[in-house]
């Protein structure tokens, strides 16, 4: 029995790993959780699940659930109570899914107390990838990848040699505004924005989606996960979201990974790892004669801008990929809000990114210095708009 500690029990990727949790009793508990704002649906999760510790946003979600609960719970709060969640005692695994770097230092507490990562928080590694691989490799901690993408490059070197390795190819959807001129992009709406055509996500990775950063920030996370240079690391608009990465070898050949656009597919991978379980037979199952075509092509780096400052942040390294996170967050928060357009997102990242003075090999302390000073300029910008 693997028992799991799941940071972002009420976000789309939280109520999947629920799912999965539910569909294997036998292999799987849900011992710790924490929540969003959301306190309405993890009421819901806390009866149904009966997790040991919880974690709560606020002090006042903390009192009302502790009065309302049985002892038999404990619940905590707050920065520390995600902590808390990430290194509880009982746990074998951890699942990061909270959004944004505030999974950075649960993530890193994990690894010091030698929990198995399932990693769906691809900020940690945007934002520390070198101090979290370090610590990972220094407690002989193993990060398995929880992004679709990742976890099929993951399952496409299974058994190969790394050395072995041309590059790797990410697939892209292109998100909600693929088939639009920047033109067209102008006067997108949120609604517009946030209808995409393959996946159910949360609200600030489908936005990420719409600009293609979220593709960027998995580029970045390859780089750490994968260990290679980013020159060996492709992007492949591929619409259809039923390859969902492939891994090339020098000697030609290419292994993808294919199946439904369903995350419960690598949550579960992540968990079962090294084995695979059975998934529920009402799942939809890939039937390629249905589906018929496959299309692929070449990003435009000058349609997807996001994409291009993404690969240029994670090539120069040090500050400026945790840099490109924050302004990424403050931005897509800003827009989500209705205080800046569409295309003013990538155009706020870019003037952040240009103003700033990376430096090299940061510590934690300077990368989360970094990250605030970030957010305050970008706040700046956008109330100027």
Known sequence: ???????????????????????????????????????????????KFSPKLVSVKSKETYELFRNEFSSEIQFVYGDEGLIEVATFDEATIILNSVVGSVGLL???????????????????????????????????????????????????????????????????????????????????????????????MGAKITIDSATMM????????????????????????????????????HDSSVIAQLGTPDMRVPIQYAFSYPDRLPMSA????????????????????DRFRCLGLAFHAGKTGGTLPTVLNAANEEAVAGFLSEKISFLEIEEIIEDTLEK??????????????????????????????
Not at 292 to 299: D, M, R
Request: aromatic letters at 4%; one cysteine or more; glycine letters at 6%.
């Open 1 to 47: 029995m693997k028992k799991i500690s799941l940071l972002g029990a009420t976000g789309s990727i939280g109520q999947q790993t629920l799912d999965v949790i539910e569909q294997h009793p036998d292999q799987f508990e849900l011992v710790a959780m924490s929540l969003g704002d959301n306190s309405t649906l993890g009421r819901e999760i806390i009866h």
């Open 106 to 200: 649960p993530t890193l507490k994990a690894i010091e107390a030698k929990k198995t990562i399932a990693l769906a928080n691809k900020e940690t590694l945007v934002t520390a990838g070198h101090i979290v691989m370090e610590a990972a490799k220094r407690n002989g901690v193993a990060i398995l990848p929880v992004d679709s993408e990742h976890s099929a490059i993951f399952q496409c070197l299974q058994g190969e040699k790394e050395k072995n390795v041309e590059k790797i190819i990410l697939t892209a959807s292109g998100g909600s505004f693929r088939d639009r001129t920047r033109e067209q992009l102008k006067d997108v709406s949120i609604k517009d924005a946030l209808n995409h055509p393959n996946w159910s």
């Open 214 to 249: 979220n593709k960027g920030l998995e580029v970045i996370e390859a780089h750490w996960l994968f260990n290679l240079p980013y020159d060996q690391i492709d992007v492949l608009l591929h619409k259809e979201s039923i390859i969902h990465s492939m891994v090339e070898f």
């Open 282 to 301: 009402s799942k939809d199952r890939l039937r390629l004669w249905e589906i018929g075509k496959l299309h692929f092509s070449k990003p435009d780096f």
């Open 356 to 385: 700033h003075d990376t430096i090299q090999n940061p510590s934690l302390d300077i990368i989360q210095q970094v990250d605030m000073e970030t957010r305050a300029v970008v706040r700046s910008l956008i109330q100027k708009k």
